[in-house]
């Protein structure tokens, strides 16, 4: 099994594509294959979402296929299996994207070794307030697991305490709402990253609503990444278990768009 390189590695040439993809849709199979579709096609970490019956802060894109996955049998302990055999493949940086009921059930203690054990570098809850964090935060580090904080645009007086405690990398929401294709972007993130740089030295990336390579050019020039889901999880609704090539046209296409970013 290969050791997985770091979060710190994905961002060591500069500006970093961060996709996004659904574990199990339309199964596990098929998306193991779409990672390292992704990786080829210029990713360079991957976030892999755990589905749920309640993902609260996803559109409805993300919550079909979250449907998807749990539809074809897909389950935490056949999660860890896939990225198992992905470890035989690759080494690129991996990160956990889900909700604390089901990491909460299965237990932290055995969610985290496993995740030192397949070579998870972090974990994204996205229902776990920064002031709870500690509830699993400690045992995460204590098997190399960095819990990532977000931060929103709601997030103004907290941004620096957030992001003087942050592991890993700091996700920033764009906008308010849930996960999904937006037109246009409109929050003062220019704002949220200077408060941010002024807290800490981590990379940050950009998420929630990005989907076009105008819009990822754009946020690469303030942040340090760009976080793409839905628009992804999209194609996978329309073409399925051979996505990969769709798949694979479009990260390049959003990696491309980045590149002249790039530091």
Known sequence: MKK???IKDAFADGKAFIPFITAGDPDLASTKRFI???EKAGADLIEIGIPFSDPIAEGVVIQ???IRALA?????????????ELREETD????????????????YERFFTKCEEVGISGVIIPDLPFEEKDECADIAAAHGVDVISMIAPTSESRIGAIASQAKGFLYVVSSMGVTGVRSEIKTDLASILAAIRRAADLPVG???????????AGMAELADAVIVGSAIVRLIAEHGTESAPYISKYVRTMKDAISSNRV
């Open 64 to 66: 079909e296929a979250d």
């Open 4 to 6: 997985a390189k770091t």
């Open 206 to 216: 950009i998420g929630f609503g990005i989907n076009t390579p105008e819009q990822a």
């Open 72 to 84: 074809s049998g897909t389950t935490t302990d056949r999660i860890f299996d896939m990225v198992r």
């Open 36 to 38: 390292l579709a992704m």
């Open 92 to 107: 690129m940086p991996l990160v956990f994207m889900g909700y604390l009921n089901p990491v909460f059930y299965y237990g």
